[in-house]
């Protein structure tokens, strides 16, 4: 288990590499994140480093949040995230973490929240197929029956139909990391990343697990 970092998505570009082709890239701002709290085995069970981001007001956060922040002396930090890490001798309260945590040409795990659709229907939300088109079908676009006739005798739990599309926590894996830019906290990735513009991510080198 590796240390991610928390950014925010600046938008999609394009760029052309070193073969002449026009590669698709989505541009992160990676940091920089404080550490804010250090977890042990022997306190709290397991190793964790907790990294905050985003400078806010006051008014912002509860006077707990704030009190947290104001043990260390760090600034006032609207978001804070706990990455599980397998060593955490190397960190230390108040550190700086930033985009130089990554290499050009590694592989990393995108985190975002998806952009949300509202209340969608079965075709937009589970691609289901439509009904007739002909004058009188009243099925254009319905879900159809939903029953599993007297056994047994109940819709069964997780049957797909229409309800909130989108805004979930969705995890893109295996990003190629083109450029990084350390003096402006900027990482390049290959591909698209989850969320809209300015959304909140966390970017953490990809692991391989079996």
């Not at 600046?10 to 989505?26: A, F, H, K, R």
């Not at 404080?34 to 990294?51: E, R």
């Not at 043990?71 to 130089?100: C, M, R, W």
Request: proline share 5%.
């Amino acid at each position: 288990m590796q240390l991610g970092i928390l950014g925010n998505k600046i938008g999609m570009t394009q760029i052309i590499d070193e073969s002449g082709n026009m590669v698709p890239v989505t541009i992160l701002r990676a940091g920089p994140c404080i550490v804010t709290q250090i977890k042990n085995v022997g306190t709290d069970g397991y190793n964790a480093i907790q990294l905050g981001y985003g400078s806010v007001s006051a008014k912002v956060l509860t006077k707990p949040q704030m009190g947290h922040l104001e043990k260390i002396d760090a600034p006032l930090l609207q978001y804070l995230h706990e990455y599980k890490i397998d060593d955490v001798t190397e960190f230390s309260l108040g550190q700086v973490i930033n985009a130089s945590i990554f290499k050009t040409g590694c592989l990393a795990d995108v985190t975002g929240k998806s952009i949300g659709k509202g209340f969608s229907g079965l075709q937009k939300r589970h691609n289901f197929g439509r009904g007739p088109m002909s004058h009188g079908s009243k099925n254009h676009r319905a879900p159809g029956a939903i029953g599993a006739g007297t056994t047994p005798g109940r819709v069964y739990p997780g049957k797909k139909m229409m309800g909130q599309y989108g805004n979930t926590q969705v995890t893109i894996k295996k990003l190629k990391i083109l450029l990084i830019d350390i003096e402006n906290n900027l990482v390049i990735v290959k591909g698209a990343v989850p969320g809209k513009l300015g959304n909140l991510i966390s970017i953490k080198p990809y692991t391989f697990q079996n």
